[in-house]
């Protein structure tokens, strides 16, 4: 058994709020003793994305299996673990509420503590795992597929967003485009790979500002003109190269990511400056941030891309901070898909 002394705090975690099956055991929110991810990509793949309905149905298929696996690997049994962590949103509901029934249902079963956990907090705690020195307050990027928010971590769980999307998220325009240039589902991954091989500044994309708010973002322009060029290439019966069109997108969509985000960092007069969700395992977008927070002498951090694309673990650094802030949840949690940080 993996409990040191008898004020560690081991927690499951649980995640099911989009298409992986997760569960993971934390050690005082910093040590990952396991972290299974059941991904369901190649299932959703044939259908251009991700269908509600098939991914929580295969949520309950997997989930019993794939918590085993997550206790067995941490070499503990559910009599070791102080308290169980679960996602209730945001998310897809069906999705969500598969994680939130089990979560319960070992809760009340086994006599274990239930913290209720946003999706969004876990990502961002996702950086507490990957650093264990790092420690609020700083700014995060979180961009994903869902959301693309500035957000001022000003403690554990204390969260101030300071900028957001208008409209699509940022993984949501790497998967919208990818589909348009014919890389397919998952667009992110494949575009980060296919523009390696292209010119990022062949075509001249435009980076949106949102005249309200200098923190916000606005990716659905980007995403237009994209397609407007594809267009207008076909019209003219031209072809275009696939892999200057993705590197010229991405470098688009980095440039609005690393100016807003930096600039945010410097008004906000902050030091430290994290990345966090499925994007944030951008390889360009990475490269950009590494290189600019060096020139500006601001500290760095990124999780590893396994730990910035949906996991339980990050779950379970979220959820140790909400437990020993006392936080407890009833068995009348419930899937909120549109949570609120
Ligand atoms: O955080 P995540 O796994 O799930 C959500 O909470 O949405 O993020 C998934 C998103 C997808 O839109 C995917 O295309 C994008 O993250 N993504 C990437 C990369 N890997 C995943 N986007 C750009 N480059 C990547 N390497
Ligand atoms: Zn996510």
């Not at 916000?216 to 397609?227: E, H, I, N, P, Q």
């Not at 100016?259 to 600039?263: A, I, K, T």
């Not at 901070?321 to 020993?324: D, L, V």
């Given at each position: 058994m993996e409990?040191?002394?008898?004020?560690?705090?081991?927690?499951?975690?649980?995640?099911?709020?989009?298409?992986?099956?997760?569960?993971?055991?934390?050690?005082?929110?910093?040590?990952?003793l396991s972290n299974v991810i059941y991904t369901q990509i190649a299932l959703h793949?044939?259908?251009?994305?991700?269908?509600?309905?098939?991914?929580?149905r295969?949520?309950?298929?997997?989930?019993?299996?794939?918590?085993?696996?997550?206790?067995?690997?941490?070499?503990?049994?559910l009599q070791d673990i102080t308290a169980i962590a679960v996602t209730y949103g945001?998310?897809?509901?069906?999705?969500?509420?598969?994680?939130?029934?089990?979560?319960?249902?070992?809760?009340?079963?086994?006599?274990?503590?239930?913290?209720g956990v946003h999706h969004i907090s876990g990502h961002i705690s996702a950086n507490y795992i990957a650093y264990e020195e790092l420690e609020p307050p700083f700014v995060c990027l979180v961009a994903s597929g869902g959301h693309s928010h500035l957000v001022?971590?000003?403690?554990?769980?204390?969260?101030?967003?300071?900028?957001?999307?208008?409209?699509?998220?940022?993984g949501e325009a790497f998967d919208k485009v990818a589909r348009a240039i014919g890389l397919g589902y998952p667009g992110g991954p494949k575009i980060d790979r296919v523009s390696r091989e292209g010119n990022p500044d062949a075509i001249s994309f435009p980076r949106a500002k949102v005249a309200e708010n200098e923190?916000?973002?606005?990716?659905?322009?980007?995403?237009?003109?994209?397609?407007?060029y594809l267009n207008s290439c076909q019209m003219k019966g031209e072809g275009y190269s696939q892999a200057d069109v993705a590197a010229s997108f991405q470098k688009s969509v980095v440039d609005v990511l690393v100016?807003?985000?930096?600039?945010a960092v410097k008004e906000f007069g902050y030091d430290r400056f994290a990345i966090a969700g499925g994007v944030a395992s951008n390889s360009s977008l990475r490269g950009a941030f590494e290189r600019e927070c060096a020139k500006r002498k601001i500290g760095f951090y990124c999780p590893p891309p396994q730990l910035c694309t949906d996991n339980a673990a990050m779950i379970g650094a979220a959820g140790y901070?909400?437990?020993?802030r006392g936080i407890r949840s009833g068995f009348e949690l419930n899937a909120v898909p549109n949570l609120k940080l």
């Open positions: 409990r040191d002394n008898a004020n560690d705090v081991l927690m499951l975690a649980i995640e099911t709020s989009c298409d992986e099956t997760a569960a993971s055991v934390v050690k005082n929110g910093r040590k990952v793949t044939r259908y251009g994305g991700v269908v509600p309905e098939i991914a929580s295969k949520h309950i298929e997997k989930i019993n299996q794939v918590i085993e696996e997550a206790l067995k690997q941490a070499g503990v049994t945001p998310g897809l509901v069906g999705a969500l509420l598969v994680g939130v029934a089990e979560a319960k249902a070992i809760s009340f079963a086994a006599g274990i503590p239930l913290v001022l971590v000003r403690d554990y769980g204390e969260y101030e967003i300071i900028g957001r999307t208008r409209d699509d998220a940022a923190y916000d973002f606005s990716f659905s322009g980007l995403k237009s003109a994209v397609l407007n100016e807003h985000s930096l600039h901070y909400e437990y020993i």
